[in-house]
């Protein structure tokens, strides 16, 4: 059977020819028999062959390139492209037990993730051509990993543009839901059905280790989901003190906190800017601290509100920082670039009247690769700063 060919326009090839990965609906010139979610032949007016790409009927992002060959792209395609995914994270992620097996469009899978935690693998599959390979991902991840379970975790609301339901569930093997992984020397709890995101936030693994060389004194970790950062705080640390808002993430972080032995750690549920706008008016000082807040920045109208939201977290959090304190701070949405997310924490430096080093610049963890030619591949900023 042969795949139906789309036609797109010249800046549609551009796209392309620039390296990336995303071609818009203003750039198909014409569908032809394309249905939700097959996987298309690309050619230009002229037909000349561009691709081959994951056809959406309802996303602005209508195609997302799969290959520029001509081989089709089958189930053994599918699997060499899997088995590249973790051929990088045999060497960038060796000793770990959780990490990001397959990262969309940084592995070339487009809308494609598969978060790893130990035996048991959480997938999600986030645009209608994806969705259509689910059997045959779940198949490859059988045959390749023999794994204790498979779940979805396709309850996200970006399947909305595409059209597609939110669901989780298990997939194959066992009905589990919480595991228990090391990282970093630590035992964390993960619950991979209940959780944020797959369960946790694997692209701050190598940050979080990052920051415990730097860690000391009285420490606060803000936006502490089920404590990643303050638990590798916790051992170089007098006290530290984690803040979230979500109770059931507080609920995790006390129970791996107890499985670590750790008795200097405390957990308050509350709102981030409140917290430090509070701390801030009571004059609190702390030696080390992380902000690691969701995304404010989802859509680019949002850059200004997210630009705000930037400023005051970092503003008070380095006002309280005690001399030669360390500041973390981290942004995940990708429409802030390093540059921006620079400008604004000079900006509350200087409104907080602290002179400040740039002791590291990272960026997400190296199971998450950023493809040169995707700026949207490189989301993650994380600033190490040192305030004088
Ligand atoms: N640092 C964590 C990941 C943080 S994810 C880790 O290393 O695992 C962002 C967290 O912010 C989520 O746990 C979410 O519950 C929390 N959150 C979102 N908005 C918040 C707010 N306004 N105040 C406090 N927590 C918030």
């Not at 992380?290 to 859509?299: E, G, K, S, T, Y």
């Not at 981290?330 to 002791?359: G, I, K, M, P, Y």
């Not at 993650?380 to 040192?386: E, G, M």
Request: with cysteine.
């Amino acid at each position: 059977m042969s795949s139906p060919t789309v036609t797109i326009s010249q800046r549609g090839a551009e796209r392309v020819l620039s390296g990336h990965v995303w071609i818009y609906r203003a750039d198909v010139l014409d569908a032809g028999e394309a249905g939700p979610g097959d996987i298309v032949r690309l050619q230009d007016r002229r037909e000349q062959f561009w691709g081959q790409a994951l056809y959406s009927s309802k996303s602005q992002i209508a195609l997302r390139l799969l290959t520029r060959d001509e081989r089709p792209f089958d189930g053994a395609f599918l699997a060499e492209r899997i088995a590249m995914a973790a051929s990088l994270r045999q060497q960038v992620a060796g000793e770990a037990q959780a990490y990001r097996l397959v990262s969309a469009e940084g592995d070339l899978l487009p809308s494609l993730i598969i978060d790893r935690y130990g035996p048991c693998f959480v997938v999600q599959t986030l645009t209608q051509g994806m969705d259509r390979l689910k059997p045959q991902i779940v198949e490859i991840l059988q045959r390749t990993f023999s794994p204790r379970s498979i779940l979805e975790r396709n309850d996200v609301a970006v399947r909305g543009l595409e059209g597609l339901p939110e669901q989780k569930g298990t997939l194959a093997g066992d009905d589990i839901s919480e595991v228990e992984i090391e990282e970093n020397g630590l035992r964390f709890i993960f619950d991979l059905m209940g959780g944020q995101k797959t369960g946790g936030f694997l692209d701050q693994r190598e940050n979080r280790l990052a920051a415990r060389q730097y860690a000391h004194g009285r420490a606060l970790d803000c936006f502490s989901y089920t404590g990643g950062f303050a638990l590798h705080l916790a051992g170089k640390c007098g006290s530290v003190l984690g803040v979230d808002s979500s109770p059931e993430a507080l609920n995790l972080a006390r129970r791996s906190q107890r499985l670590n032995g750790l008795t200097n750690l405390e957990w308050k549920e509350a709102n981030c800017f409140d917290f430090l706008k509070a701390a801030d008016l009571e004059k609190q000082r702390y030696d080390t601290i992380v902000l690691d807040p969701p995304a404010f920045a989802r859509q680019k109208s949002k850059l200004e509100a997210a630009w705000r939201g930037y400023k005051e977290l970092n503003l008070r959090a380095l006002k309280m920082l005690n001399p030669g304190g360390f500041l973390i701070t981290c942004s995940c949405s990708h429409h802030v670039s390093e540059a921006d997310f620079l400008e604004v924490v000079a900006a509350a430096a200087l409104d907080a009247h602290r002179t400040v080093t740039v002791v590291e610049r990272r960026t997400q963890s190296r199971d998450h690769p950023i493809l040169l030619t995707v700026p949207e591949t490189h989301y993650l900023k994380c600033l190490i700063l040192r305030a004088v």
